[in-house]
């Protein structure tokens, strides 16, 4: 009796699963139709424009478009001047690339706006 129970259990719940599918299956709307002739018209312009690739060699379809418009003149040039000021970054111990920092004020200087700084109020001492 068990044993009917699974077979019958089993039967309908492979039957709903149909049908639900069904009921899915018919809610998806089919693409537009369209002609012949506009698919041909397509296929020659995607020749035309070289989207089409040929085997296994050439997929994805390969833009013959420069990746820069700099020469290799050019790309040297900015490398030794990278190199000359020190922003290259050598493994990944010294990412991201610190630039050294120049000021034009001498130290005594930077120590007297300090303590102007602090003579207008706007340094709270810390409490010890």
């Known amino acids: 009796m068990e044993f009917c129970m699974k ?3 089993t039967g309908l719940m492979i039957s709903f699963s149909l049908v639900i599918g069904a009921a899915q299956a018919a809610h ?3 693409p537009a139709s369209i002609d012949r002739a506009q698919v041909v018209a397509e296929l020659q312009e995607a020749r035309t424009q ?3 690739s040929h085997g296994e060699l050439d997929y994805p379809a390969v833009s013959l478009q420069p990746a820069s418009s700099k020469t290799r003149q050019e790309v ?3 490398l030794f001047d990278a190199r000359a000021a020190g922003t290259l970054s050598h493994g990944e111990l ?3 690339i610190e630039t050294p920092v120049n000021s034009s004020k001498t130290r005594a200087e930077v120590q007297a706006e300090l303590a102007a700084y602090k003579a207008a109020g706007h340094i709270q001492p810390i409490p010890n």
């Open 94 to 96: 010294d990412y991201p």
């Open 76 to 78: 040297r040039s900015e």
């Open 50 to 52: 070289g989207l089409l």
């Open 28 to 30: 998806v709307d089919a």
């Open 7 to 9: 077979i019958v259990i």
